[in-house]
């Protein structure tokens, strides 16, 4: 069905326990948000894992001890003309991956405000990752790594740097997919750590155990 | 089928995965099949889809008067697949199109709603299942006779090669084309539960949507394949002749045989039946579909029709798209058995299998008459089984069906408890007006509620229960859309004008649609570019347009709002088209390039009955509906018209203005977050309402003046920030009286008071869930 989602169960895994999570991607325009986690949502499989009509829509899963967690990842325009519509998006998220371009100081600045605004105005317990995109670029480098990971510590984000490029520097792709994979799968299980216990149906859950609760 | 999207949104890749462990139960698989076959196409891809010199006049003079169903694939300038010509032996059409639509992420025919991954898994499925074509896609035999896949097709094989198959003359070409070991053949299975491999279930193929029927097919074609290769071998065995041209040859003589086909064929492009250019095996088959069958090509004519689903004598089924025509490709591909050990048809739905019987058939087949003879028995009896089985699951075929008219029974029952409530819903509900302290809103909020109770009332009701019961394999999602769906027949279908007028008025009393509309006038002109599209990014044509503004017509005509999310995801879809239309491949189309496409598209399209619409949708959808793809597509349509109706040219663009921070409170108390809803969810919203009431000072303030007065200073972020949590904070005094209701609203908390992040709504969720999870 088209909510691209928690209907269909999993036949393969009964026992898994599934939960689902949105994840906003917000940053300035052309900072490579989407491409980022295509790469990402590309790169563990072949294809997409779930087929979606465009890439402002994605869904991946991520597969921890006993949980599989679907993130369905929304992205947003980075334009600032539209940044007024970003509340809508990120209502609900439970998780938040924001993208700068390490080339380019003026997105880390706006990185910046999109964190302030996202503790301030989404959900209290939003996991938040920073993303460092195009690290391929080294020679134009113009945001140190040391000076966004202590952002990034400071005020409690994960952080990462990324490359944007896949098809010049393949070897350092490769490396990069685990990369965030690995992400992907922390904020995973911290965003499961704060929202299973918590979470009363439907998202965090099968449909099998609430619904049928329900009925 | 009603399903709520096309195929293409579920997972294709899983599928594969998926399919082998199908399989397995199965029992009738040999695990390589299908990947085979895949595999091959991928690899002489170029040979069946040409690219660049290759138009349209040129494939249908190459399909000229080659058998039914063979094809070629054309590519647009830019590589992607565009359109898909198909021989159909028609008198007046030879060769039919059938357009494609390609993105990097689908590939589906733009009639059917079927999509696929890649090009070459859209044609492996078109070999097995109509679909929306009058006939299976025929790849040539020489192909599925390459049994492993280190047995690579020929790289530089061309489209005349293609259809021109190198001939045969190798001895062991019967060691090619028997059974590999380990395989099994195909085995009928028309239970729900082994995912029916080779007739499919019509009831299991609704239950579980479109991706199960790319599952099937693949595995399907694991079960066809064998015995296909297997039946060319006891066409080799009985007539060398025409077997032997049937099998392709996998020695080293190869690449100069398709060499040589090559440079004999090209006057085959013209007229194909005409020339016999490279093998016995072709002329066989060209003559067969060019002639009148004659008995020594009956058999091989047989094959050939069977395998295109174009069967006269076989099948008088009509030819009517459907998804689960790929039955017809298979089930006559079995080996037929022995007269003598036919079955009577019988009514047996567990499994009716001809595999046991298939052991014999070699033997038994001993000359080409016996065979044609025995195969006709066989469909004949086959067919005779199929339709008792037909009958026998005629009643559970469409179980939405079964349900919908269950639930206008009920509708319609005077003394019923739920034909009472309904009627007095629809009554109210066509008497509800827009007034002064109830706005639209609060009307569809109160439909939404109303339904809710409505689709218990029905869960309770024995009937319904116990025909859900019985659906009980079916996912409780689906369970869940479709008693939606049928309640929504009998609830919304009627009340639906009204509720637009409502919606109407709510918002041309309010001002907000004259302010869309002379908006969308300011910024109608506006290019892409001025709306910060991403450079390179193509819009919808006119043509497209046009077709965009009829799907918006039926979009507005569906009462459903899930038929409307249905149409709208289409919508979508077509922008995505038209964005990448002259993009280069591998660019990737996020966000940043496709709201501002989706704005363009909106600008040009009408904007009043659009907002009618997505507010329909936004407070009318179950919420589990409201997340996923549609859920998202929805907030950008949502997005871009707020955007249009509060663009204000001069201002500093990071400014919210009043009306801005209202809608935004306004969207903050929509029902989108309570997708985590169960049906049970009733409960919580009559105490939203209570709450909605509280936050009504929402209409109050005028829209001009005041959002002068509150205008921030350029780059004033922080203080734009401000400013919402202000307002907000009297959103956040409902939200407080929601919590116990699990919502999930983000909660604006005001930085002078940390401590409020202890009492948001997802720490309040840990008590109330209490009750959830016992």
Same mark, same amino acid.
């Given at each position: ?100 371009? #390490?080339?380019? /100081?003026?997105?880390?600045?706006? +990185? ?7 503790? !301030?105005? @989404? $959900? ?69 750590? #704060?929202?299973? /216990?918590?979470?009363?149906?439907? +998202? ?7 619904? !049928?609760? @329900? $009925? | ?774």
């Amino acid at each position: 069905m088209s909510t691209g989602g928690n209907g269909r169960p999993n036949g393969s895994l009964p026992q898994t326990k599934i939960c689902q999570f949105k994840l906003v991607l917000l940053g300035d325009m052309a900072v490579g948000k989407s491409s980022l986690v295509l790469r990402f949502v590309k790169g563990q499989f072949d294809e997409f894992q779930e087929t979606t009509i465009g890439a402002a829509f994605l869904a991946q899963s991520v597969c921890l001890d006993d949980t599989t967690v679907k993130f369905e990842i929304w992205d947003t325009a980075g334009q600032e003309r539209y940044h007024s519509l970003a509340p809508m998006y990120y209502r609900g998220a439970q998780a938040a991956i924001v993208v700068f371009d #390490i080339t380019k /100081p003026e997105t880390f600045e706006r +990185a910046k405000a999109w964190v302030k605004e996202l503790q !301030r105005q @989404a $959900s209290p317990n939003i996991v938040i990752a920073l993303a460092g995109n195009k690290a391929d670029l080294a020679e134009k480098r113009l945001v140190e790594y040391e000076d966004a990971q202590t952002y990034a510590e400071d005020i409690g984000l994960l952080f990462m740097e990324t490359s944007a490029k896949t098809a010049m520097n393949r070897k350092r792709c490769q490396k990069q997919t685990p990369r965030i994979s690995h992400t992907l799968h922390e904020i995973g299980e911290l965003t499961s750590k #704060i929202r299973i /216990p918590s979470l009363p149906r439907g +998202a965090a859950e099968t449909k099998s155990s609430a619904n !049928r609760l @329900a $009925s | 089928m009603e399903s709520l999207e096309d195929g293409p949104d579920q997972g294709h890749a899983k599928c594969c995965v998926k399919s082998s462990r199908r399989m397995s139960n199965g029992d009738s698989a040999p695990a390589s099949g299908p990947f085979v076959l895949l595999l091959h196409l991928r690899a002489c891809q170029e040979a069946w889809a040409p690219g660049a010199p290759w138009t349209k006049d040129g494939a249908h003079a190459a399909l000229w008067g080659r058998p039914a169903g063979s094809f070629l694939v054309l590519r647009d300038s830019s590589a992607r697949p565009e359109l898909l010509c198909v021989c159909v032996e028609g008198a007046s059409e030879p060769v039919k199109d059938f357009p494609i639509r390609g993105s990097g992420t689908v590939v589906q025919l733009i009639d059917s709603h079927l999509g696929f991954p890649d090009l070459a898994q859209l044609v492996v499925f078109y070999t097995l299942s109509r679909d929306v074509l009058p006939v299976c896609l025929l790849v040539p035999a020489w192909m599925s006779s390459l049994a492993k896949p280190s047995e690579k097709p020929p790289p530089q094989l061309g489209p005349k090669s293609w259809l021109c198959p190198p001939s045969n003359t190798s001895s062991d070409s019967m060691s090619v084309s028997s059974v590999a070991p380990g395989v099994v053949m195909c085995t009928i299975q028309l239970t729900t539960a082994s995912g029916a491999l080779c007739i499919v279930n019509p009831l299991y193929v609704h239950e579980h949507g479109d991706d199960w029927l790319s599952q099937a097919s693949v595995s399907a074609q694991q079960g066809a394949h064998p015995d296909k290769r297997r039946f060319e071998r006891r066409l080799s065995k009985t007539r060398p002749w025409g077997g032997a041209g049937l099998v392709k040859n996998r020695g080293i003589s190869l690449d100069e045989e398709t060499l040589q086909s090559y440079s004999k064929g090209p006057a085959g492009a013209g007229v194909g039946a005409a020339v016999v250019t490279t093998s016995t095996g072709v002329v066989l088959r060209r003559s067969s579909s060019s002639s009148t069958s004659s008995t020594s090509s009956s058999s091989c004519d047989l094959f050939q029709r069977a395998s295109t689903g174009s069967s006269v004598f076989y099948s008088s089924a009509p030819q009517s798209p459907h998804r689960v025509s790929w039955v017809e490709s298979n089930m006559w591909m079995s080996p037929p058995p022995p007269p003598s050990l036919l079955h009577p048809p019988s009514l047996e739905l567990d499994s009716l299998s001809v595999s046991s019987m298939e052991e014999e058939t070699d033997s038994a087949c001993s000359s080409p008459a016996l065979s044609h003879h025995s195969r006709l028995l066989l469909a004949g009896k086959m067919k005779n089984r199929l339709s008792a089985v037909g009958n026998a699951l005629g009643g559970l075929v469409n179980p939405q069906k079964r349900l919908t008219n269950r639930v206008q029974e009920l509708s319609r029952s005077r003394s019923g408890g739920f034909g009472v409530a309904l009627r007095a819903f629809v009554e109210q509900t066509q008497r509800a007006v827009v007034a002064e302290a109830v706005t639209s809103t609060d009307i569809l909020q109160e439909v939404r509620t109303s339904l809710t109770g409505l689709r218990d009332m029905l869960m309770e009701h024995t009937d319904v229960s116990s025909l859900m019961d019985s659906m009980a394999d079916l996912p409780e999602a689906e369970l869940d859309v479709m008693l939606e769906t049928s309640l929504h027949k009998v609830a919304l279908k009627p009340v639906s004008s009204h509720l637009y007028s409502c919606i109407h008025s709510s918002h041309s009393s309010d001002g907000s649609f004259q302010k869309l509309q002379s908006n969308q006038h300011t910024l109608e002109g506006r290019s892409l570019e001025e709306l910060e599209g991403t450079s390179g990014t193509g819009v919808p044509d006119p043509v497209t347009m046009e077709k965009i503004q009829q799907r918006w017509v039926s979009m507005h005509g569906a009462y459903s709002p899930n038929t409307k999310v249905h149409i709208l995801l289409k919508v979508c879809k077509t922008i995505y088209h038209s964005m990448r239309a002259n993009a280069k491949p591998g660019v990737v189309f996020g966000a940043d390039d496709f709201l501002p496409c989706l704005t363009w598209v909106l600008l040009r399209s009408d904007v009043v009955t659009l907002q009618i619409d997505t507010d329909y949708m936004m407070e009318l959808l179950d919420p589990m509906q409201l997340q996923g793809e549609g859920g998202y597509y929805l907030t950008s349509v949502y997005s871009a018209l707020f955007y249009i109706s509060t663009f204000r040219p001069r201002l500093a663009v990071r400014q919210l203005s009043v009306e801005a921070q209202q809608s935004l409170s306004q969207w903050h108390r929509r029902r989108t977050l309570h997708c985590n809803q169960s049906r049970r969810g009733c409960h919580r919203r009559t105490i939203r309402r209570h709450a909605n009431t509280k936050t009504s000072p929402k209409d109050a303030p005028g829209p001009e003046g005041e959002s002068r007065d509150t205008q921030v200073p350029p780059g004033g972020s922080e203080e734009t920030l401000q400013v919402i949590t202000d307002h907000q904070s009297v959103v956040e005094v409902c939200m407080k009286e929601q919590s116990e209701n699990h919502t999930q609203e983000p909660q604006p908390r005001d930085n002078k008071s940390p401590g409020v992040r202890g009492s948001g709504p997802d720490a309040k969720t840990g008590p109330s869930q209490g009750g959830w999870a016992d």
